[in-house]
Structures are given as C-alpha cells and as structure tokens.
C-alpha cells in the first residue's frame, strides 16, 4: 500500500527564481545554505535533463547518508518537476519506492510551492510519522531558499 503527503509552501520570492534555485541548481545550493543537512551533492549522469541523476550525501546523525534521485519530468516553463528516488533514503530498507511531483506556481507577491510525495513501504514496515517529518524538511528546505534569495536578490535571475 503507498501513502502519500501533500504541502503546499508560500514563498515571497517569484515563482521562476525559486523553481531554479530550489529545483534546477538545488545539488548546488544546498550544500551552501543548508549545511547542517546536506555536506555535498552532485550530478551523477546526464545533463539536467530527463533522465540526469543527481546525488545528495547528508550530514551525520541523519536517517540515511545520501539519496540519489532521478529527474522524470521537466518543464522549466511551468516550474514543475518530478522526480524518482532510485538509491540511498531507504530504498530497500524501508521503502520499496518513492517519487516526488513539485511544481511552483505565482501567486500575488510571490509563489507557492505545491509537493506531493508518494513512497511504498516494504511489507510489513511501519512508516506511521514519515509524512509528517518530510513536510517539515520540505518547507524547511524551501524556506532557507527563500531566505538566501531574499538576502541575495542578484542571484537566480
């Protein structure tokens, strides 16, 4: 059985800056602003673009030492994205899949960021709480992208 979380993320920052900070340069970002979480990221393969992997290694103390994820869908146009959990983050512990849809929309002095994420425990894994903790990281994350880009107006334009 899947289970899935749904957090919608109010942003004052224009919707196409916050999609290239937080999505599309995000393996570059977050280790500068989100230190205390993520040590280092990287492209694995590809250019970006459907297909491209792209891995994210955290700081110790954390549920799990990396995550790799794997770009489905992109339109840059409409600021949204899907992605794929394919390594790390529990894949074969305690989930049997995950993928995440983002997609951030204008909004009258700003933007908000719509995520759903799906996952598939594997039988007989109780993962009662984890939607709950992935919200708060989601939006934590999202708001320390706010942040640095509202303290750095002339980046991500």
Known sequence: MSSSYTVEIESSVPAPRLFKA???????????IATDKIVSAAPVEGDGNVGSIRQFNFAPGLPFSFVK????????????AKSTLVEGGGIGVHIESASTHIKVEPKAGGSVVKVTGTSKPLPGVD??????????????LIKGCEAYLVANPDTYN
């Open 127 to 140: 993962v009662a709480g984890e939607s709950e903790k992935a919200k708060a990281a989601f939006t934590g």
């Open 22 to 32: 937080a999505i599309l340069d995000w393996h570059n970002l977050a280790p500068k």
């Open 69 to 80: 994820e794997r770009l489905d869908f992109l339109d840059i146009e409409k600021c949204e």
